[in-house]
C-alpha cells in the first residue's frame, strides 16, 4: 500500500476528464451526458476514499513502527545493563542470584534464631519469677497435705508451706497465700463441697472475715473453691488487696504463678 500516497489524484482526474466523449448530434450511437457525470462522480468518491483509507492505513503503520523501535530500544538498554552488571558472563549471574538467595536464608534464620531467644528469656524470666516466690498454703481445718498443696510444692516454687487450723501462724508472710476452702472439713467432720449452698455461703463468710485478719496487706490472694461460686468472696471486704479464685486444681496452679507476677511487682 505503500504506492497510494505516490499517486496524484489531479493527474488522474484531468485524464478522466480528457478521455471522457464529448455528446455529438451524431444518432448512433447515443451518448447520455447524465450517465458519464455520475460515472465520473463515482470514480472520483472511489478515489478520495482510497485516498482517505490509505492515509489511515499510513498513519497506523507508522505508529506500529514507532512502537517496535521504543521497544528495541528498551531492549537494546536493558541488554547493556546485563552486560555491564554482569559482563555477559552467565556465571556471574548465577553467582549473584545464589548470594542473594543465601543472604536472604541467613536474614530468615536470623530471624527465627532471635524469636526463640526472645522466647527462652521470658520463660526463664518467668521460672525465675517463680522460683524466687514463696507460697503460704492454709487449710481451714485439722486435716493433713492436700493433693493441690503437693501440686504446688512440684511446680518448684521457692518454698511452699502448709498450714493447717492447728497450725495457724499469727502472720501469713509469704508473697502468695492460698486459703482451700473445697478441701475443709467443719467441726461435725463435713466437707465443705458438701454442704448446702447457704451453709456454703455461711462457712465462707466466716473463714474468710477470719483468715483476713491474719493476712498482711500486701500479700496475694488466691480463693481455691470448686463451683458453684461462692457470693461471699465477692462480698468479702479485701481492703485494696489482691485475690482471684481458682475453681479446679489446674486452674489453681496457674493462678498461683501468675499471684507470683502480681507479688512480684509489688515487692519491687
Known sequence: MDWL?????????????????????????????????????LLKSQLEFLKATNGQLGESFNRFV??????LVAFGFLGGVVVFVFGNNLKSAKEVATQAIQQEIDNHIARLVKKEVRNVKRTLQRERVISSTTVDYYLPSSDGETNEYKLLVAREFKNVKFWNKTTI?????????????ENSVDTTGKKFSELSPDKR????????????????????????????????????TFKGRYYAPA??????????????????????
Open 5 to 41: 500516497p505516490t499517486i496524484d489524484l489531479s493527474h488522474i482526474w484531468d485524464l478522466v476528464i480528457a478521455q471522457t466523449p464529448t455528446p455529438t448530434t451524431t444518432p448512433s450511437p447515443v451518448v447520455n451526458p447524465a450517465k458519464n457525470i455520475n460515472d465520473i462522480e
Open 66 to 71: 514507532a512502537a517496535m523501535q521504543f521497544t
Open 169 to 181: 501462724p499469727q502472720k501469713f508472710l509469704a508473697d502468695v497465700c492460698v486459703l482451700d476452702l
Open 201 to 236: 455461703e455461711e462457712t465462707a463468710k466466716a473463714i474468710i472475715d477470719e483468715f483476713l485478719q491474719t493476712l498482711p496487706q500486701q500479700v496475694t490472694l488466691i480463693i481455691y473453691v470448686a463451683p458453684p461460686a461462692i457470693k461471699a468472696i465477692n462480698n468479702a
Open 247 to 268: 475453681n479446679t486444681a489446674i486452674t489453681l496452679v496457674g493462678m498461683v504463678a501468675d499471684a507470683a507476677y502480681v507479688a512480684h511487682g509489688q515487692n519491687n
